[in-house]
Antibody, heavy 123, light 107 residues
Framework: EVQLLESGGGLVQPGGSLRLSCAAS????????MSWVRQAPGKGLEWVSA????????YYADSVKGRFTISRDNSKNTLYLQMNSLRAEDTAVYYC????????????????WGQGTLVTVSS | EIVMTQSPATLSVSPGERATLSCRAS??????LAWYQQKPGQAPRLLIY???TRATGIPARFSGSGSGTEFTLTISSLQSEDFAVYYC?????????FGPGTKVDIK
């Protein structure tokens, strides 16, 4: 059974930093791209970042480029999101998701999701 | 970036009735479209990918159709557990983008 368990969310002041983790199990972690998708309170879904199975390729939404860094440790089956220079508009539930990529050039769909971790940016 | 729109924003349906949800892309995404269901306080769940392929474990009352820029999700006979928000997502290009969602509530 695929399981994704996020952690690391919390309250942080504007300009602060936070690192999210996502522990994966039930599948060959290194074989799959992974993504972070967020949802602001009462709003829709927004893709944030993705990383290839090897970790060699990373992708970012324009809204977080230069501030967030995605990484993975395949020996620990864990995905990370380092978030720096946080802003009020980054307040959201952050989900990690298992990416299915049908071919080159495609961003893929999200077959499995974690339960999410809430990040609140406020003074 | 491809912009996804969904209509209607809210759909009021009685249990047992058919629900038809629409999704439109600002440019062609071929059949690279997925649908998700999200209930309050829960993570989204994949329903459909490839515009019409049901994900594992998804009941047959859910069906998807369309290609290019126009897509439809049909729920043939609404069950109580189907009242939720439904999102479409294109994955033809980077970044993958979501529609704003359609809320299906009880009439």
């Amino acid at each position: 059974e695929v399981q994704l368990l996020e952690s690391g969310g919390g309250l942080v002041q504007p300009g602060g930093s936070l690192r999210l983790s996502c522990a994966a199990s039930g599948f060959t972690f290194s074989s799959y791209a992974m993504s972070w998708v967020r949802q602001a309170p009462g709003k829709g879904l927004e893709w944030v970042s993705a990383i290839s199975g090897s970790g060699g390729s990373t992708y970012y939404a324009d809204s977080v480029k230069g501030r967030f860094t995605i990484s993975r440790d395949n020996s620990k089956n864990t995905l990370y999101l380092q978030m720096n220079s946080l802003r009020a508009e980054d307040t959201a539930v952050y989900y990690c998701a298992k990416n299915f990529l049908p071919g080159p050039g495609s961003s893929g769909w999200y077959g499995y999701w974690g339960q999410g971790t809430l990040v609140t940016v406020s003074s | 970036e491809i912009v996804m729109t969904q209509s209607p924003a809210t759909l009021s349906v009685s249990p047992g009735e058919r629900a038809t949800l629409s999704c439109r892309a600002s440019q062609s995404v071929s059949s690279n479209l997925a649908w998700y269901q999200q209930k309050p306080g829960q993570a989204p769940r994949l329903l459909i990918y490839g515009a019409s392929t049901r994900a594992t474990g998804i009941p047959a009352r859910f069906s998807g159709s369309g290609s290019g820029t126009e897509f439809t999700l049909t729920i043939s006979s609404l069950q109580s557990e189907d009242f939720a928000v439904y999102y479409c997502q294109q994955y033809n290009n980077w970044p993958g983008t979501f529609g704003p969602g359609t809320k299906v509530d009880i009439k």
